[in-house]
Nanobody, 126 residues
Framework: VQLQASGGGLVQAGGALRLSCVAS????????FGWFRQVLGREREAISS????????FYIDSVKGRFTTSSDSAKRTVYLQIGDLKPEDTGVYYC????????????????????WGQGTLVTVSS
């Protein structure tokens, strides 16, 4: 699978962004997907996980209430909606795909995914 992430940019604090990740390859529902964030000098951090077929997404505690992950199998796209952006949300956001698990029951870490998009930069100014 190939993943193409987009939607990042420069936003003022309090604003919102919607990141998109388009997946090409085999059947979209055969994958589970994750969103990750990497801040300069720090390890890549899991943000959310969702099955390609839809269902309940899972989030890390620090983003619950502001981040929303969804999937659209018809568009082969996974989204990350970010509201009330804060300067600490600044970083490169990556989407990832796992062809070995179509069911998601919890937030999943970096090692769970085989395929990665190129990342999209989000910069939040105060």
């Amino acid at each position: 699978v190939q993943l193409q992430a987009s939607g990042g940019g420069l936003v003022q604090a309090g604003g919102a962004l919607r990141l998109s990740c388009v997946a090409s390859g085999r059947t979209f529902g055969d994958y589970s997907f994750g969103w990750f964030r990497q801040v300069l000098g720090r390890e890549r951090e899991a943000i959310s996980s969702i099955a390609g077929s839809g269902g309940t997404p899972f989030y890390i505690d620090s983003v619950k209430g502001r981040f929303t992950t969804s999937s659209d199998s018809a568009k082969r796209t996974v989204y990350l909606q970010i509201g009330d952006l804060k300067p600490e949300d600044t970083g490169v956001y990556y989407c990832a795909a796992d062809p070995n698990s179509i069911i998601v029951s919890a937030i999943r870490d970096v090692d769970s995914y085989d395929y990665w998009g190129q990342g999209t930069l989000v910069t939040v100014s105060s």
